[in-house]
């Protein structure tokens, strides 16, 4: 029989196990940054996920697109938004596109909070900061390509990013150092500029959309 030699390494999980691990754990981070903040606000974390969602969204948001974001039941949602509704920090409005349903929007109290909590993850993004350009790029390269993997898998929430924006032309410029291009503004669009929450997006059909992300994987 082959027996392999026992190296000190053999116990390691893969590379992929040890990412995950790695932002799971910066994923803690986060929250408890952003629990220490939003309880001094008076709001529970997803109370104050609920106002950043809403923020630069000009019309409004719907409570199902809010549960889906959050991974919640519609009946969570639909607590919190009550809770925040009593608090003025939400009011609710038709909907421009469909008059018989509610859209959800930020009060201007609502507005001040969530600039208030924007602050509450700084210590990270201080630290990403202090990383070398270069390893940043590569690492919001990354995260794309990792969020790309998972958009296939259905277990990703919709996002205003660039990739499911009909506003994206990717590979305009084949071969070219910036290939890709924003139609909205009328510019190429590097990779260190792709957003992944930008409030000018509009939605393309969804096989535009999985052949982006898809290319991009
Ligand atoms: S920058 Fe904004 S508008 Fe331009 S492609 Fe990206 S998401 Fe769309």
Same mark, same amino acid.
């Given at each position: 029989?082959?027996?392999?030699?026992?190296?000190?390494?053999?116990?390691?999980?893969?590379?992929?196990?040890?990412?995950?691990?790695?932002?799971?754990?910066?994923?803690?981070?986060?929250?408890?940054?952003?629990?220490?903040?939003?309880?001094?606000?008076?709001?529970?974390?997803?109370?104050?996920?609920?106002?950043? /969602?809403?923020?630069?969204?000009?019309?409004? @948001?719907?409570?199902?697109?809010? %549960?889906?974001?959050?991974?919640? &039941? =519609? !009946? *969570?949602?639909?607590?919190?938004?009550?809770?925040?509704?009593?608090?003025?920090?939400?009011?609710?409005?038709?909907?421009?596109?469909?008059?018989?349903?509610?859209?959800?929007? /930020?009060?201007?109290?609502?507005?001040?909070? @969530?600039?208030?909590?924007?602050? %509450?993850?700084?210590?990270?993004? &201080? =630290? !990403? *900061?202090?990383?070398?350009?270069?390893?940043?790029?590569?690492?919001?390269?990354?995260?794309?390509?990792?969020?790309?993997?998972?958009?296939?898998?259905?277990?990703?929430?919709? /996002?205003?990013?660039?990739?499911?924006?009909?506003?994206?032309?990717?590979?305009?410029?084949?071969?070219?150092?910036?290939?890709?291009?924003?139609?909205?503004?009328?510019?190429?669009?590097?990779?260190?500029?792709?957003?992944?929450?930008?409030?000018?997006?509009?939605?393309?059909?969804?096989?535009?959309?999985?052949?982006?992300?898809?290319?991009?994987?």
């Amino acid at each position: 029989m082959d027996i392999k030699p026992e190296t000190p390494w053999d116990s390691t999980p893969d590379i992929s196990a040890r990412i995950v691990t790695a932002i799971g754990r910066i994923a803690t981070v986060l929250r408890s940054g952003m629990w220490e903040v939003s309880t001094g606000e008076g709001l529970n974390p997803a109370q104050a996920e609920i106002l950043q /969602l809403l923020q630069h969204r000009t019309r409004g @948001v719907r409570l199902t697109w809010l %549960a889906r974001q959050l991974s919640i &039941s =519609a !009946a *969570s949602a639909s607590d919190s938004v009550a809770a925040l509704v009593s608090k003025g920090l939400i009011r609710k409005a038709r909907a421009e596109d469909d008059g018989r349903a509610t859209a959800l929007h /930020l009060t201007p109290e609502g507005e001040q909070v @969530v600039q208030r909590l924007a602050h %509450a993850l700084s210590f990270a993004d &201080s =630290a !990403a *900061s202090r990383l070398a350009p270069a390893q940043q790029v590569q690492m919001l390269t990354g995260l794309f390509k990792l969020i790309a993997e998972l958009q296939k898998t259905d277990r990703f929430p919709e /996002l205003r990013a660039c990739l499911s924006c009909r506003h994206f032309e990717p590979n305009k410029y084949p071969a070219q150092e910036v290939p890709h291009h924003c139609a909205l503004v009328n510019a190429p669009l590097p990779i260190s500029f792709l957003r992944i929450d930008c409030a000018e997006h509009e939605p393309t059909d969804p096989v535009s959309q999985r052949r982006n992300w898809e290319a991009f994987a």
